[in-house]
């Protein structure tokens, strides 16, 4: 089944002062085997909702459905396992663990699916796949931002996740490393995996199968 993923009515709300509706009654539907661009001016709610998506946040109104079945969202500890068997997330800022190498950071993130000794055996193969073999015990202080990047992306398909997750992923890299990076992320792409990614670059947006807009609070499809 393709149509994987399932947001019906979602509203967020956050209380400060006063109350701000970030996402007002948003429902959509995405599918397995496709791309995803999110974009919109700052504020508009794209990392809000790719949060809500993670699982990370919890929506003020609405349901989520994966394959049909509906998140409860107050159990935390069945979702954070779904988030780490399921999802990867990719962060503008990487989100590296600083004292740790780039080997260490990604093997970390397969701990809670394989013993230390397979986790670290995947991370290698990963690491050649992204070409940092020769940097696998460098930390992140000691690479660039674009190789940065490629570890946190192959931090986040290490679990093979059926859903890749990537706020403004090339955002704080020049452009051609921002391509180098982009093209990366859009290899991931399998018949069996969603990836949604927000950005402020039309040029890569445009590469998506499904370009989105956030308007006032909700989607709107530009091409699909």
Request: charged share 25%.
């Amino acid at each position: 089944m393709n149509n994987f993923l399932r947001l019906k009515n979602i509203s967020k709300h956050f209380n400060n002062d006063k109350k701000i509706k970030v996402l007002k009654d948003l429902s959509y539907d995405f599918n397995k085997g496709k791309t995803y661009a999110l974009m919109g001016p700052s504020g508009s709610g794209k990392s809000t909702l790719l949060n809500l998506i993670s699982l990370i946040d919890r929506p003020t109104h609405g349901s989520i459905k994966f394959n049909d079945n509906n998140v409860n969202f107050t159990n935390n500890k069945k979702n954070d396992i779904f988030r780490a068997k399921n999802i990867g997330i990719v962060y503008q800022q990487n989100n590296l663990l600083p004292d740790f190498t780039a080997l260490e950071n990604i093997y970390l993130a397969n701990l809670s699916i394989n013993n230390k000794d397979q986790a670290i055996k995947k991370a290698k193969v990963l690491l050649r796949k992204i070409g940092l073999s020769n940097r696998s015990n460098h930390f992140p202080s000691q690479l660039s931002g674009g190789e940065c990047q490629r570890v946190a992306i192959a931090r986040a398909i290490i679990n093979d996740p059926d859903i890749i997750l990537a706020d403004e992923p090339t955002g704080s890299l020049d452009l051609d490393t921002a391509k180098e990076i982009f093209q990366l992320l859009n290899n991931q792409k399998k018949p069996n995996r969603l990836i949604i990614f927000a950005t402020h670059n039309r040029f890569f947006a445009n590469k998506a199968d499904c370009l989105l807009e956030m308007i006032n609070g909700s989607v709107k499809t530009i091409n699909a």
